[in-house]
Nanobody, 123 residues
Framework: QVQLVESGGGLVQAGDSLRLSCAAS????????MGWFRQAPGMEREYVAA????????YYAASVKGRFSISRDNAKRTMYLQMNSVKPEDTAVYYC????????????????WGQGTQVTVSS
């Protein structure tokens, strides 16, 4: 079992930056690929970014590429999402997820999910 807890959400203005964290605990979380998803009110959950277990390979949705950056520190058992130049359409609950391979993360077939952290971007 792997437990995931997100933090760092909040209310920001368009153009600001924000960094989300996902703390992992339990059985060997560093063995897992991880990723971020988001869900806006009335919308389906949307893939945002993914990173492999070593933190070497990263993948992004087109909507955030060039603005968001995913990273992880396995020594700290923590994954991050650096959000720059945020837009009102980035408003959503952001979830972290973990799976044994990064492909599964990118298609939303994660084994573990966090509870989410709210990000609200005002215009």
């Amino acid at each position: 079992q792997v437990q995931l807890v997100e933090s760092g959400g909040g209310l920001v203005q368009a153009g600001d930056s924000l960094r989300l964290s996902c703390a992992a605990s339990g059985r060997s979380p560093s063995d897992y690929a991880m990723g971020w998803f988001r869900q806006a009110p009335g919308m389906e959950r949307e893939y945002v970014a993914a990173i492999n277990w070593r933190g070497v390979d990263t993948y992004y949705a087109a909507s955030v590429k060039g603005r968001f950056s995913i990273s992880r520190d396995n020594a700290k058992r923590t994954m991050y999402l650096q959000m720059n130049s945020v837009k009102p359409e980035d408003t959503a609950v952001y979830y972290c997820a973990a799976a044994l391979n990064v492909r599964a993360v990118t298609v939303g077939q994660a084994d573990y999910w966090g509870q989410g952290t709210q990000v609200t971007v005002s215009s």
